[in-house]
């Protein structure tokens, strides 16, 4: 099994022991989307550094297409002009999608005016539970520029796919059941380009640090 694949199914559960399983993407991914960062002779290219994953230039994690809690189709394009947060999670989780999307919340409050040009998208991979309704009230209530998307299984399905996200059901007592997944996040910049791969705990310092890179580098 090559490092990649050992890294693309290590698996880190938060306190809450329920919805908080992360899929990390390796080092060795970032390493692989900046190999063509060089000059002649091997010398690396000037290039900003993040507190995420530097991601540019990956292959994947290019289309989203799904409805908004008011059922009005939405895709990546229509956020060109804003640094755009894309996170995958749910309504019922217990620690990890909240406090991933309280955090972002408080990045858009530091960055002043300049928040205005966050997007954060929560991308609900429970369909079945999360109504659009239910979906509005839970990202509203923290933020209320923040957009809610949803889909037939067969929807989310493919866009977890396109960004290399994994999810699955975890049955618990009673007959019910939580949701194991991806707890990192994607950050597009202006230009509409993926460039970061933010993991779980990075911090409202260090994530707010990365973002006013972006911004400032768009004018």
Do not use: W
Not at 144 to 161: E, H, K, M, N
Not at 169 to 176: A, D, L, Q, R, W
């Amino acid at each position: 099994m090559s490092k990649l694949d050992m890294g693309r199914r290590t698996v880190l559960r938060s306190a809450g022991g329920l919805a908080g399983a992360a899929v990390a993407l390796p080092v060795t991914l970032a390493a692989l989307a900046g190999c063509d960062k060089v000059q002649p002779g091997g010398v690396p290219k000037p290039t900003a550094k993040f507190n995420a994953v530097d991601i540019t230039g990956a292959d994947y994690a290019r289309r989203l297409q799904l409805n908004d809690f008011d059922g009005k189709p939405r895709n990546l394009a229509e956020f060109k002009g804003k640094v755009v947060f894309v996170f995958f999670g749910f309504t019922q989780c217990p620690d990890v999608c909240p406090t991933t999307m309280a955090e972002l919340a408080e990045v858009r409050r530091r960055l002043g005016a300049d928040g205005e040009r966050v997007q954060g998208v929560f991308v609900s991979v429970d369909p079945e539970r999360d109504t659009p309704v239910l979906l509005k009230a839970y990202l509203t209530g923290m933020d209320p520029s923040f957009v809610g998307l949803t889909g037939s299984l067969a929807d989310i399905d493919a866009t977890a796919r396109e960004f290399k996200v994994f999810y699955q059901k975890v049955p618990t007592s009673g007959g019910g059941y939580t949701l194991d997944h991806t707890a990192g996040a994607y950050v597009f910049d202006p230009a509409g380009q993926v460039r970061l791969f933010v993991r779980y705990g990075l911090g409202v310092d260090a994530l707010t640090a990365d973002l006013k890179q972006l911004l400032s580098a768009a004018g």
